[in-house]
């Protein structure tokens, strides 16, 4: 006789409610008077299993501490989309939520958001862990934000505030338009300290990339300390300015030129010394020679002895004649091919 069995199935599971798991990155940045919120949507249920609906709603409220969290009118049963397998990054969720009046005065506060997902039968389960940021008078934004190309970089300037604690001015680069080969991390906005000084104020950035089209914008920025909570108050950004760092300014005179002329052997020549110009990127520099009388006018034209750019500040004329005199010349080259401003120096027999 033959016994057939089955393992045994175990208790039966009930149906699963398809509860979305609540939202567990929720974040908020305040702006001026505007609070940017971002969240990931999630992928599962409370009890483990894929989501099989395609949409669910959510809601948000906001409130202040020790006060109910309000439901956000403008951002109540809000339908989003939930494609199956997409990644965070598809999934990522970013909301604006302009404060009312009664949120934008005074000393700063405490401010909670939370968000809550619903399925579509409206079931759900619950709010989400809360998000910090400041309720309160936020600092005045920058004005008359301005770019200027310098020789060190971009000069930015701004005008002061009257303000008797405004916050630090930091600012934002992004790249206008991005060429096609960029890599992914010069994609995203550098973010710079001002350091400012001086009245106006202004700043320099040294770390742009020449021939570059950038946009910057200005915020000021205050940190403040609310129950524990750390908490970046930020101003509405400034109007943007664009600008292009050419570098086509020419490079400063060589300093310390000195001209020895020396006879051995039976052969002449100048040496030519001078201190190194200290800029990024010089080509090198150009050496020129002029015949001059006694009185130092020019005799004839002069005569470019270095047909291409020299890269040590040093040049070795054997071409002197003993009994003539000289000025020489020396100017810096950049590497656009610019010529800067001259040094000189007299040979004198």
């Known amino acids: 006789m033959v016994l057939v069995g089955c393992a045994s199935p175990g208790p039966p599971r009930p149906p699963s409610l398809q509860l979305p798991q609540p939202v567990r990155d929720l974040n908020a940045t305040r702006e001026g008077d505007q609070v940017t919120l971002r969240f990931t949507l999630p992928q599962r249920t409370t009890d483990g299993l894929p989501i099989r609906e ?68 409206g079931k759900t389960a619950g709010w989400s862990d809360p998000a910090f940021t400041a309720a309160g008078t936020a600092p005045p934004p920058v004005q008359a934000l301005s770019a200027e190309e310098t020789r060190a970089g971009i000069l930015l300037r701004w005008h002061p505030t009257a303000s008797p ?19 992914r991390e010069d994609l995203e906005p550098v973010w710079l300290d001002s350091h400012a000084a001086g009245t106006p104020p202004e700043t320099i950035d040294s770390t742009a990339s020449e021939d570059t089209p950038y946009r910057y914008v200005a915020v000021r920025r205050k940190t403040v300390t609310l129950d524990q909570q750390t908490i970046r108050l930020d101003s509405a950004m400034s ?25 051995e052997n039976g052969a002449f020549a100048v040496d030519l010394v ?76």
């Open 54 to 121: 395609g949409r669910l709603k959510a809601s948000l409220c906001r409130g202040e501490e020790a006060q109910p969290c309000v439901a956000v009118s403008s951002l109540t049963d809000v339908n989003l989309n939930l494609p199956p397998g997409v990644s965070a990054a598809d999934r990522a969720i970013t909301w604006q939520d302009h404060l009312p009046p009664a949120d934008t005065t005074g000393e700063p506060r405490l401010l909670l958001y939370r968000v809550q997902l619903d399925n579509l039968q």
């Open 274 to 349: 001078w201190e190194p110009v200290e800029e990024p990127g010089l080509k090198g520099y150009v050496v020129s020679r002029q015949a001059i009388d006694e009185a130092g006018s020019p005799l004839g034209s002069p005569d470019r002895l270095t047909p291409q750019p020299v890269e040590l500040p040093a040049f070795h004329d054997t071409t002197a004649k003993q009994d003539a005199r000289y000025r020489y010349t020396v100017r810096a080259v950049s590497k656009k091919n610019i010529e800067g401003q001259t040094a000189t120096v007299t040979v004198v027999p």
């Open 165 to 183: 604690s405004p916050g630090n001015v930091l600012l934002r680069r992004e790249m206008v338009s991005p060429p096609a080969n960029a890599k």
């Open 239 to 263: 109007a943007a300015v664009v600008i292009t760092w050419h570098n086509a300014f020419p490079p400063p005179a060589p300093t310390g030129l000195s001209a020895a002329p020396f006879a």
